[in-house]
Each structure stands twice: as structure tokens, then as C-alpha cells.
């Protein structure tokens, strides 16, 4: 295993200590318990947002803590779920007295911890709506789930019900934006390699050079099925005809295409894999009116992508193109 850290145990705090010393003005970092939170917070009037999970999915969520999207991202050690006292914490510190948002992917830990904090936020006064992600066709339960996994959607999804929140949007009117969002995108991802957590050193599953793996999760569990490499065109059928017929999508539907990278996989194989991406939704009929490319949910060092579609309705296009300035994604701002 080779690395840049000093210790494996010291990975996520001293990650988070260069978080705080590259964003001192717009983001502040808490270390007990951690927590990443805007520099503002919280918002009077405006209905707070937060999200979380084990680290080792940079930038996702502490990167996109910021106007126009998260108020707070609680980072976990890696991989794992971060705790009820870590959500508790960064729930009132963002609630604005206009209640809170909890954004979770469907793995077993954060929703049971969500689940936990949400209630103790409640005693306390805090208004609070939880809305979990599960857009990942792959596999229906896996080793970190019961049923469908949290992925690329909840990149989507923060951006847009942070949008509907700076827009002063109540927390009801955001959470069902949520639930909706979450309704109509569907996932699918893929490994050319597998990852090495720091406290591991060992590979998180076996794959041959000459093997790719179909479905897989962002920590690293195996997917549907391997097969033999074969050319990014046949990748890109075999990750988007599943995510087409599951909703369904329908000829004539406007969506919006997320080709994500895991980590190792350089910017010049997304876009040529965007550009099968675009080739198959042409011949489905499904009209691209928004992208998105680059690492935004990843897994560690792991080579492969993912593909997400949402089908867009005019409320998600307008707060999709809403102003956002965080570390990891900024437009209009």
C-alpha cells in the first residue's frame, strides 16, 4: 500500500485539519465531534441542510457544504458511519428556526444513526424531516444495505434542495423535492480496480487485469456480475440499460447525466465515457438538458464510473441552475 498520510489512524483528522486551514473563511471545522459546517450557520429563515457518511468519498458531502447547498456534512472514519452525537451537534447547529433537513444514503449505520439523531433532535425542538437515497439499480441489498444503495442521486439531490432552501422554500416544500428527486434518478457503477482502505492495506476485493466489475458500491462491494474488459461502449450499454428500464425512462424525457469517477479515473475517460453516455440516450430518446462530469462521490483510489439519470422536471432544472459556492462544485455565484 502506498499512500500519502502519516498514520492510518489519523487519516480523517488530519484531513480535515487541511480543510480548515485551505477554507478558513468559508467553512468551519469541528473536530469533537467532526463535523464541516458554513461559515454562516446557521441561516436565520432558511431550512437547514445536512448530510454525512464515512469518509473516503471526497468531495462528497464536506465539499459541497456551502450557499446553495449543504449547511453541514458529518464526516465518519472511513467508510464507516459517522455517530447520533456528530448529527445531533451539526442539526442544531444549522437549524435556522426553519427546521432541518437530514439527508442519508440507504446504508444500514447512517440510517439507523440518522434515525437516532433525528429524535434526539426533536426533543430538543428542532423540527426535523429525514429523506434517504436508494437510486442504485444494481443490487437490491448488499453488504452495507437493506435494499438499494445511496449514490450519485444524493450529489444531485443536494444541489437541488439546496437551491429550493436558499429560495426560502419550507421544509416540507424541500423535503418532498427531495423525495422526489430521489424518485426519478436511477445509478449504476462499475470498477476497473477496487480500492485499499488506509486501516486495511488490502485490497477490498479481488479483480484480474483483464476483468472489470458491473455494480458495484462506493465502498468497494462487488457488484452484479464481472466480465472481461471490453470497449467503453459496451461499459456504457451495460451500466445504462438497466438505470433506462428500471423507473422507466421514457422516449421524449428530459434528464440529467451524471458521469461520475471513482477516484483514479483521469477526466479524459469521463468525457469519452459522457460521450457514450449521450450516444445511448439519443437512441432511448431521452434528451440531455443538464451534466454533470468529474469525481464527485468516490472511493478512495478506485478506477471505474458511475452513470446517474434523473428525469428532470422544471422546478429541478431552475434550482439545479441556482448559484452554488462550495469547495467542490460552484456556478453563478
Known amino acids: 500500500m502506498k499512500k500519502l498520510i502519516n498514520s492510518p489512524d489519523d487519516v480523517v483528522k488530519e ?21 464541516v ?29 456551502g450557499p446553495g447547498m449543504l449547511d453541514a456534512a458529518l464526516p465518519g ?16 447547529g444549522v437549524d435556522g428556526g426553519a427546521g432541518v433537513l437530514h439527508i442519508v444514503k440507504n446504508y444500514t449505520g447512517d440510517v439507523m444513526n440518522f434515525d437516532m439523531a433525528a429524535d434526539l433532535a426533536r426533543a430538543d425542538g428542532v423540527e426535523v424531516e429525514a429523506v434517504v437515497t436508494n437510486d442504485d439499480v444494481a443490487v437490491e441489498d448488499s453488504l452495507y444495505t437493506a435494499g438499494r444503495r445511496g ?35 436511477r445509478s449504476m457503477g462499475m470498477a476497473l480496480t477496487p480500492c485499499i482502505t488506509p486501516a486495511s ?33 459496451q461499459i456504457a ?34 468525457f469519452l465515457m459522457y460521450n457514450e453516455v449521450a450516444k445511448l440516450a439519443e437512441r432511448h430518446g431521452l ?9 464527485y462521490i468516490t472511493s478512495l483510489e478506485m478506477q471505474g464510473c458511475s452513470i446517474t439519470l434523473l428525469k428532470l422536471d422544471d422546478e429541478m432544472v ?16
Open 151 to 185: 449514490v450519485g442521486i444524493t450529489v444531485i439531490l443536494e444541489k437541488i434542495c439546496g437551491g429550493a432552501a436558499e429560495d426560502r422554500r419550507s421544509l416540507q416544500e424541500v423535503a418532498e423535492l427531495a423525495r422526489r428527486v430521489n424518485a426519478n434518478g
Open 201 to 233: 492495506g488490502s485490497p477490498s476485493f479481488e479483480l484480474a487485469d483483464d476483468e472489470v466489475e458491473i455494480g458495484i458500491g462506493i465502498h468497494g462491494e462487488p457488484g452484479r456480475f464481472r466480465e472481461k474488459i471490453g470497449p467503453a461502449s
Open 37 to 65: 459546517i458554513r461559515a454562516d450557520a446557521p441561516v436565520q429563515g432558511k431550512v437547514g441542510l445536512i448530510s454525512g457518511g464515512g469518509s473516503g468519498h471526497e468531495p462528497m458531502h464536506g465539499g459541497f457544504v
Open 15 to 35: 484531513s480535515l485539519e487541511g480543510v480548515a486551514a485551505a477554507f478558513p473563511g468559508r467553512l468551519r471545522v469541528s473536530f469533537d465531534p467532526p463535523m
Open 318 to 333: 431552475r434550482y439545479w441552475d441556482a448559484p452554488v459556492n462550495t469547495p467542490g462544485l460552484r456556478w453563478g455565484a
Open 237 to 270: 450499454e451495460r451500466l445504462l440499460t438497466p438505470i433506462v428500464e428500471d423507473l422507466p425512462f421514457s422516449s421524449g424525457d428530459r434528464v440529467l447525466a451524471f458521469v461520475n469517477g471513482m477516484g483514479g479515473t483521469p477526466l479524459i475517460e469521463l
Open 77 to 92: 472514519e472511513v467508510f464507516t458511519s459517522p455517530t447520533p452525537d456528530q448529527m445531533q451537534a451539526a442539526t442544531q
Open 287 to 295: 434528451t440531455i438538458e443538464r451534466n454533470l462530469i468529474g469525481n
